[in-house]
């Protein structure tokens, strides 16, 4: 049976953001630094909305994914198959990332996850930057 990790999952290359985004929205306290994979299991922190205090929600920050995740470089597998067990997905953007654009860094993490899981991408998203 597959079980859900979080309702939302933080999905970005290491480095983007996603541990000091959990640390801004919840009370969860992950580990953040400058230095690439600073998380390397999922962090989980609970949201509530602020206009609706009954609101809660689970939020994942996924360890940052490479270039090559769906072949297994890295931890691929095992950092996709936690993406795989959200219901929302919310990348991560690096705006101040030099080397890829925005948009680009967007097409790269939905080809990581479709060449996954074909589909995996389809889910409902939204983007964080």
Known sequence: TLKTVADVGLV???NAGKSSLLAA?????????????????????????PASPWAEFSVADIPGL????????????????????TSLLCYVLDLACAERH????L??????LDRYLPG????????AA
């Open 66 to 85: 490479v270039e090559g995740a769906f072949e297994n470089r890295g931890l691929g597998h095992s950092f996709l198959s936690h993406i795989e067990r």
């Open 107 to 112: 097409a790269l993490l939905q080809e990581e």
């Open 12 to 14: 970005g290359f290491p």
């Open 120 to 127: 995996l991408a389809a889910r409902p998203c939204i983007i």
């Open 102 to 105: 925005p948009a680009v860094q």
């Open 25 to 49: 929205i919840s009370r969860a306290t992950p580990q953040v630094a400058e230095y690439p994979f600073t998380t390397l299991h999922p962090q989980l922190g609970s949201v509530t909305a």
